[in-house]
Nanobody, 127 residues
Framework: QIHVVESGGGLVQVGDSLRLSCRTPGRTGSLYSMGWFRQAPGKEREFVAAIDWSGQDTDYLDSVKGRFTISRENDKNTAYLQMNSLKSEDTAVYYC????????????????????WGQGTQVTVSS
């Protein structure tokens, strides 16, 4: 089992930017795929973004395309989610996930692809 630890959440205003970090301690040069999900109050957890082991293949929720960017630094065992032009509807608990498979054949939006999950970090966007 690996540990997945998110950080970087906070309270921001509409239009602000925020960068979330996701560490996987002890997995130097990780070949895991990495992803971000979010869950707003009263709603189901939804897929936000994913990146394959090499950092070359990414996928995004339609509503965050052009605003959010997922990246990774494998030598630091860390993935990031850069969130720009934040909207009130982005308010949610954001979860980082790691998948044993370094890539995906179809969409990484299904939770079944992901093997390990972090505890979540709260992002609140106020007007």
């Amino acid at each position: 089992q690996i540990h997945v630890v998110e950080s970087g959440g906070g309270l921001v205003q509409v239009g602000d930017s925020l960068r979330l970090s996701c560490r996987t301690p002890g997995r130097t040069g990780s070949l895991y795929s990495m992803g971000w999900f979010r869950q707003a109050p009263g709603k189901e957890r939804e897929f936000v973004a994913a990146i394959d082991w090499s950092g070359q293949d990414t996928d995004y929720l339609d509503s965050v395309k052009g605003r959010f960017t997922i990246s990774r630094e494998n030598d630091k065992n860390t993935a990031y989610l850069q969130m720009n032009s934040l909207k009130s509807e982005d308010t949610a608990v954001y979860y980082c996930a790691a998948g044993v498979y370094g890539t995906w054949s179809g969409s990484p939006s299904l939770e079944g692809h992901w093997n390990y999950w972090g505890q979540g970090t709260q992002v609140t966007v106020s007007s």
